[in-house]
């Protein structure tokens, strides 16, 4: 027995219906039912060309038209690619040029990501620069509608779509849940019939290996648009209660200066905790995974009504909020690897009237995830100035 959709070929996993006298996947099942060796009913998306043409509030630098011409050419070349790009270098805006050429060639492009509230940001994005597209978000709450000229949906949904993409655009490749997991893994393979653009900020080293043996095409871009370097963050190693001290401090600094803060904690029970104390002294509220109305806590952050949000990893990716600081309490817990702080101390300096900041790293002891945290933070910058001296010798 086989599942033709996740490839479960275990027996242990699959039942017997004595219904139907047949045995479905179990593996699967959170998906829809579907039989052993029940081939995937194919499914009809629209297309059309389009004659569509993408607006941005601010012009491409010429290291991000560089970027985009790369990953034309080794489009053509019929290779899939990793674009490998600092935390708000514009790895959004590096895909839409490659949107916009399969639309108007009339080949169907979904833009999938591992986090709900970042399909909606992305979809909101991505609506604003393709005024004349119907982009759709298909994700948890809003998959009423799923199809559309552009899709972004999560990585779960994209077992409603097999067969159909000829460009399938990756986010967060290395974050829960889709890094490690081969059933997301396998429902991406079928969902894409062409090519594919993985995008991260910190990929993993078997991503980086299929680069380097020639699998993956890989496109880098470590300068961010506005040119400063990306924020190394301050480590302070010391006791629990002098950690809080020490955050407080900073708080209220920034609250005096008229800053927003995210100040991420390891666990949903400390973000409860110190948002209700810290509610005592700043304009404060929480958000974790199990939080509710997470979309007006985010929005009413964005409007400043907070000083403050407690939040766990929930956060680390995706959402771009001008002229933030952020501080990381017990940054040496093992939920905050290389990867994540990186993530996290990414959220500093991404927009071009603030394009910098400061990053707060409090732990008990420097761990090898800071350490390496740190170098890869000051080896992006150090390569930043390079690429862009490369890209200016090209120029002339």
């Known amino acids: 027995m086989e599942c ?46 389009h004659q569509c043409r993408y607006e941005l509030k601010y012009p491409l630098t010429y290291a991000q038209e560089l970027a985009v011409a ?9 290779k899939d690619i990793l ?11 590096l895909v839409m040029d490659s949107i916009m050429r399969y639309l108007n060639e009339g080949k169907k492009v979904g833009f999938a990501i591992s986090r709900r509230q970042v399909v909606l940001e992305i979809r909101e994005r991505m609506a604003k620069a393709f005024p004349t597209l119907e982009v759709i978000a298909v994700c948890e709450g809003c998959h009423e509608k799923t199809d ?29 849940p889709y890094r490690g ?29 299929q680069a380097r043996r ?15 370097p990306l924020v190394v963050p301050r480590v302070i190693h010391t006791y629990e209660t002098i950690q809080l001290l020490l955050v407080i401090r900073f708080l209220k600094r920034c609250k005096k200066a008229g800053i927003q ?8 029970l400390e973000a409860k905790h110190y948002a209700k104390s810290l509610r005592l002294l700043f304009r404060c509220t929480h958000l974790t995974s199990q939080s509710d109305n997470k979309d007006k806590t985010i929005a009413d952050f964005h409007a400043k009504r907070y000083d403050l949000l407690v939040t766990t990893t929930v956060l680390e990716r995706g959402i771009t909020i001008k002229g933030i600081y952020v501080a990381v309490l017990h940054a040496d817990h093992i939920v905050f690897n290389e990867a994540s702080l990186i993530q996290i101390i990414g959220r500093v300096g991404r927009s071009i009237e603030m394009p910098q900041g400061e990053a707060l790293l409090l732990c008990r002891r420097i761990t090898t995830d800071i350490k390496r945290c740190i170098r890869a933070i000051q080896k992006m910058n150090e390569t930043a100035p390079q690429q862009q001296t490369v890209k200016l010798a090209v120029n002339a």
Do not use: W
């Open 4 to 49: 033709k959709r996740c490839g479960n070929k275990e027996k242990t996993m699959f039942a017997y219906d004595p219904f139907q006298k047949k045995y479905y996947c179990r593996k699967c099942i959170a998906f829809g039912r579907i039989n052993a060796n029940e081939a995937i009913k194919p499914v009809t998306y629209k297309t059309k060309k």
């Open 70 to 78: 790369e990953i034309k050419m080794n489009q053509q070349r019929g």
């Open 83 to 93: 674009i490998y790009a600092a935390c708000g270098a514009g790895k959004t805006e």
């Open 148 to 176: 559309g000229d552009l899709i972004i949906c999560t990585m779960h949904q994209l077992y409603r779509y097999p067969d159909v993409f000829d460009l399938l655009i990756m986010d967060e490749i290395d974050a829960f």
């Open 181 to 209: 997991n081969e059933l997301l893994e396998t429902i991406a393979n079928h969902a894409c019939k062409g090519q594919r653009l993985y995008l991260s900020a910190t990929p993993d080293e078997a991503m980086l290996k």
């Open 214 to 228: 020639g699998e993956l095409a890989i496109v880098e871009l470590f300068q961010r648009p506005h040119g400063y």
């Open 261 to 268: 803060v995210l100040l991420f904690v390891p666990t949903i």
